[in-house]
């Protein structure tokens, strides 16, 4: 139960990764959550939009494995997207900050650590 709980969590954030990159990315509460300028924000816009869709797409792997009817192999996908979760949020916070590794890598890494404990 614990494991479904992080696993959903980290589905979740980057279904709101999305939303934030793709849709809100220049409008103001993007601007806060990324601390940018209007002018950055539309100078990279569709840079975020990108990255917007490959949150979704993790977000959307780890469904699928969620949902897989073979247990096994949906524990195996499960613990590929949540790999690539963690090692994008450990790459983001050593490029952008640690704030990022926080709030992306760790729930993966925990959620990682719930299938084998």
């Given at each position: 139960?614990?494991?479904?709980?992080?696993?959903?969590?980290?589905?979740l954030?980057?279904?709101?990764?999305?939303?934030?990159?793709?849709?809100?990315?220049?409008?103001?509460?993007?601007?806060?959550?990324?601390?940018?300028?209007?002018?950055?924000?539309?100078?990279?816009?569709?840079?975020?939009a990108?990255?917007?869709?490959?949150?979704?797409?993790?977000?959307?792997?780890?469904?699928?494995?969620?949902?897989?009817?073979?247990?096994?192999?949906?524990?195996?996908?499960?613990?590929?997207f949540?790999?690539?979760?963690?090692?994008?949020?450990?790459?983001?916070?050593?490029?952008?900050?640690?704030?990022?590794?926080?709030?992306?890598?760790?729930?993966?890494?925990?959620?990682?650590?719930?299938?084998?404990?």
């Amino acid at each position: 139960m614990l494991k479904f709980f992080w696993v959903f969590l980290v589905i979740l954030e980057h279904v709101y990764f999305l939303y934030l990159e793709m849709f809100l990315w220049t409008k103001p509460r993007g601007l806060k959550v990324f601390r940018q300028t209007l002018e950055k924000a539309q100078a990279s816009q569709v840079l975020a939009a990108n990255q917007g869709l490959y949150n979704g797409f993790l977000a959307v792997g780890l469904l699928w494995g969620m949902l897989h009817p073979n247990p096994l192999l949906g524990r195996q996908i499960q613990l590929f997207f949540l790999g690539c979760v963690a090692v994008a949020g450990a790459f983001g916070g050593y490029t952008v900050g640690y704030r990022l590794f926080l709030v992306q890598a760790v729930p993966a890494l925990i959620a990682i650590y719930c299938f084998f404990n």
